[in-house]
């Protein structure tokens, strides 16, 4: 089924250019088969997999060499798309602290300070909030706030539609850029959520006959994203490398992958992201990791966890992030080879049909990741601050920002962290599904700007809620 795509005839009362607008395509549902919106398949299958105990042809060189042969594909069917980014409006209120790329949008050094850590609440006490994933508190930081505004005014409240159609804007390029920059690798493509990046990034790598090697604590994005595969999906027990190792070896599998956060959100740990490489790599597997939690936070300068271990910008390493916990903002991105980008954007359906993020949220980021670029000891803050809360509490050591504090009964984890909010300390609470049974715990965000106050006090009001509240 041949498809192309329609020119959209440029509007001349529009004041911003519209001139290279597209139209919606309708894209290829993943990177084997063409499906008709809300129908069946309608490509031939995929090939049979590969005897069991046996790698698939991944075992080459560039295990994703695969997508230079589908992206030639698209191109002969006409299915190739091209972003191209609208101008911001030249209104003269776009901001005060610019930039030479885009008006507005803070870049210097931070002449202030992080903001303090109480804020307001609902009923209009003061609340240490450490339910949060503000890792670095620049959630109200003055130039990310900036940041934000400035956008408004320039590309105004919404992206207006689709990247492919009027969604993409010079800053969501700016911000791509400076992510794959800070990160390690080659591209970046952002998204409306990190949600949306993690669907979009195992959808469009896999289908029928492939594997993928999930950890039984990935997020519910993650697992989400196995569901929608149409891939073979194995289970493995928590940061068992061997058990990924013999998954490889004993499936039968076209292409496979092994999927894992880096810092997990509930328990804080980190993946053994160097091993479960080095057995991807063996068996011609891709490493697919969610930086959710490690950017910004782990490693020098919270270039992630990937980076810390040498391995951002491998060929057969791929990353998402998310834009809403140290960059304080909204948002999502998928990092990896330039292939990749391309192939995202020819067949990703949380791209091709969701809007794009909002400038403020795209300009938000931007301006976070700048000073965090300026501000390279902000990720050893969290983690300090991190350490000190797990000492006191006697939770295991963080490896990032979250620190878990397993009570075990759910009702006891409950009422433990009413009784830290009674007490002016909001904290998380998890309990199953979203943790085994048995583990129901706080978690406890730190922040790079509590102070030693701050510290003081929320130590003390969660160890003497534990105290208080007993387990039955």
């Not at 995202?344 to 049909?353: E, M, P, V, Y």
Request: glycine fraction near 12%; proline fraction near 8%.
């Amino acid at each position: 089924m041949h498809r192309t795509l329609a020119d959209v005839t440029p509007d001349p009362t529009r004041t911003t250019s519209s001139a290279a607008l597209v139209g919606p395509p309708d894209p290829l549902a993943s990177s084997d088969t063409d499906t008709l919106a809300g129908g069946p398949p309608v490509s031939p299958a995929p090939p049979a997999p590969a005897p069991a105990g046996t790698t698939g042809p991944a075992a080459a060189s560039d295990p994703l060499g695969w997508l230079d042969e589908a992206a030639r594909l698209r191109a002969a069917a006409g299915l190739h798309r091209v972003l191209r980014p609208r101008a911001p409006r030249a209104t003269g209120t776009a901001g005060t602290a610019g930039t030479a790329g885009t008006p507005g949008i803070a870049g210097g050094p931070a002449e202030l300070p992080v903001q303090g850590s109480l804020q307001p609440w609902t009923n209009g006490d003061l609340l240490l909030d450490l339910a949060g994933n503000d890792y670095l508190g620049l959630a109200r930081h003055p130039e990310v706030v900036e940041g934000g505004i400035a956008a408004l005014r320039a590309f105004g409240a919404g992206s207006t539609g689709s990247r492919l159609v009027s969604g993409t804007t010079t800053l969501h390029g700016e911000l791509e850029e400076a992510l794959a920059a800070h990160l390690g690798f080659s591209v970046a493509l952002v998204f409306s959520s990190g949600y949306a990046a993690n669907l979009a990034m195992l959808t469009v790598l896999t289908g029928p006959g492939d594997l993928v090697v999930s950890d039984e604590r990935n997020h519910a994005s993650l697992v989400d994203a196995c569901r929608l595969s149409r891939a073979e999906v194995l289970v493995t027990p928590h940061a068992d490398v061997a058990a990924v190792d013999e998954a490889l070896a004993t499936r039968a599998w076209r292409r496979a992958f092994v999927l894992t956060d880096s810092v997990f959100s509930a328990d804080g740990d980190l993946a053994p992201l160097p091993a479960l490489h080095a057995v991807a790599r063996r068996h011609g597997a891709v490493l697919l990791v969610d930086e959710a939690h490690g950017l910004g936070v782990v490693g020098p300068g919270g270039r992630g966890a990937l980076a810390t271990a040498g391995l951002a910008g491998e060929p057969d390493v791929v990353a998402t992030v998310t834009l809403s916990k140290s960059l304080g903002s909204q948002g999502g991105a998928v990092l990896g080879p330039a292939a990749l980008r391309d192939h995202l954007i020819d067949t990703a359906r949380t791209f091709i049909f969701d809007t794009g993020l909002a400038p403020a949220c795209a300009g938000s980021a931007l301006a976070a990741l700048r000073l965090l670029t300026t501000r390279p000891e902000l990720p050893g803050q969290v983690r300090r601050r991190a350490r000190q809360i797990a000492e006191a509490t006697g939770a295991p050591e963080p490896a990032g920002a979250v620190v878990s504090v397993v009570l075990g009964d759910p009702e006891r984890a409950v009422a433990v962290a009413a009784a830290c909010r009674e007490d002016g300390v909001a904290v998380g609470c998890f309990r199953p599904p979203t943790v085994p049974p048995g583990t129901s715990r706080l978690r406890v965000a730190a922040r790079a700007d509590l102070t030693d106050g701050d510290i003081e006090r929320a130590v003390g009001v969660i160890t003497s809620a534990i105290a208080r509240i007993p387990a039955p």
